[in-house]
């Protein structure tokens, strides 16, 4: 990665016979090769850059973009809360351009895969071009369709899911999540959250959290070191939780805010089963409340 003095990236696979321009000038990989990481080198019209290697955070953001990319600080965060290691096998739907694809085949590489599914041939193409440049083509199993068919693996060990309805494919999850297994997904809005939820209900999951990253860089002069003017606030929601035995008892599993919003709605209706009982006895009296 070419680093400059205004604090421009520029990530490149470096070839004997091929020329990065940048708006210093171009910078010939020939006169590249060789040299240390850190240390110092020019381009053709004499201006300065540093040669680091890059990390995951500067692979992600360069990658051609054919659809929203989920950003780096959220991508690191599930990669984490998946616990994806070498060998991991793990299923994500939808790939989009291939940035969490990246960070995932990232974790689990050599010994492990990813499984992802696309649905658009052009966000398809895309990610495809991204993972074989940087070399993790081998490591990930791509599959254009939809996946209302279900996963193309079983028994994995996560899954991670980036659609519009992640509810209307819990079914298929549990087919695909090893029992134990760890979910993930990002929403953009509260009500599709809200539907994720009592979508878990209904086919078994626990040990559910909903989380929200927020990013706030500083500036970084000793001698007026404060907040950056900017920061990345809310980029989606972030929901987790465990595929459980279909036998267990989830409400003993559930959390206990969880827990009282269940007793509060029984405790209503057993209100409203006793108005409703006396209106029926006694229909000339006014019920209380």
Known sequence: MLFTSDYKRYVLRVHPAETTHTHLGAFVHSTLIGSAWGAT???????????????????????????QMIYPKDAAYIVHRLSLCSGSRVVEAGTGSGGLTTALAWAVMPAGRVYTHEVRADFYQVARDNLDRLGLLPFVSMHLGDIEAGFQAQEVDALFLDVREPWRYLPQVRI??????????????????????????????????????ILRPYKVAPDRFRPDDTRIGHTGYLIFARCIDPGEDLARWQRPERQRYEARLRAQAELKEQHSEQKERYPQLPLPG
């Open 41 to 67: 080198v020019r381009s053709q019209k004499g201006h300065e850059a540093l040669l680091l290697r890059p990390s995951l955070t500067d692979i992600i953001q360069s990658l051609k973009r054919g659809a």
């Open 176 to 213: 695909a999540l090893r029992q134990g297994g760890f979910f993930a997904c990002l929403l953009p809005t509260a009500n599709q959250v809200i539907a994720l939820l009592h979508g878990f209900d209904r086919h078994h999951f626990a040990d559910v959290s909903v989380e929200e990253l």
